[in-house]
């Protein structure tokens, strides 16, 4: 079955560490994206990437990195300088062109940091 | 500045009965795209409908359906004949060109039985 897979669904780390969340997809889209979400703020952009080796900040993209390597696969990092790293974040992906693509997401990773 | 506004913040209804939930935006844009999203407890996001803002006709999918005011910027979702697995946050999303989204601060609907 084709879909997006996140892992692992729950993360603990302490405070100052360096974490890295995986995403994958196999339904061959070009577009991947990462949203964090927050109680009562809805899901939030930090980073999105329509192309393999190219990649855009998003709102919120202080204190995250990202890299795409491979179509597939879109990893994120919450770095130590992200001040409150606490949430659930999401993975998306979609197709690209000229017509306009819904987003699939992944079950989402919920991080705890202490 | 695009912004998406859910103004319920919660909301209840009985199972059998209807329920609908409203959203409005605000852009410059002419061509875009219009989502309902639905989040249940397991945190999933499941697409219900989604809306063309060309097109005029409002889109249906089964029990959701869609009441959309391009001029006034508004797209709220009906939910005919709740049931029980309804029960969720519903998110609604704006897509201008390039596939960028905006979400919604979500409905939580509660069925109740």
């Known amino acids: 079955d084709g879909g997006i897979t996140q892992s692992p669904k729950y993360l603990f780390r302490k405070e100052g560490q360096n974490v890295t969340l995986s995403c994958e997809q196999n339904?061959?889209?070009?577009?991947m994206y990462w949203y964090r979400q927050d109680p009562g703020q809805g899901l939030r952009l930090i980073y999105y990437s329509q192309i393999v080796n190219d990649f855009q900040k998003g709102d919120i993209a202080e204190g995250y990195s990202v890299s795409r390597e491979k179509k597939e696969s879109f990893p994120l990092t919450v770095t130590s300088a992200q001040k409150n790293p606490t949430a659930f974040y999401l993975c998306?992906?979609?197709?690209?062109?000229?017509?306009?693509?819904?987003?699939?997401f992944g079950p989402g990773t919920r991080l705890t940091v202490t | 500045a695009q912004t998406v506004t859910q103004s319920q913040p919660e909301m209840s209804v009985q199972e059998a009965e209807t329920v609908t939930l409203s959203c409005t935006y605000d852009?410059?844009?002419?061509?875009?795209?219009l989502f309902w999203y639905k989040q249940p407890p397991s945190r999933q996001m499941i697409l219900v409908i989604r809306q063309e803002a060309y097109k005029q006709q409002n889109a249906t999918e089964n029990r959701f359906s869609v009441n959309f005011q391009k001029a006034a910027k508004s797209f709220s979702l009906k939910i005919s004949d709740s049931q029980l697995g309804d029960t969720a946050m519903y998110f609604c999303a704006f897509a201008p060109a390039g596939n960028q989204f905006y979400f919604g601060t979500g409905t939580s609907l509660t069925v109740i039985p």
């Open positions: 339904l061959n889209h070009d577009a």
């Open positions: 998306a992906s979609s197709k690209t062109g000229t017509g306009f693509y819904e987003q699939y």
């Open positions: 852009t410059s844009e002419s061509n875009y795209y």
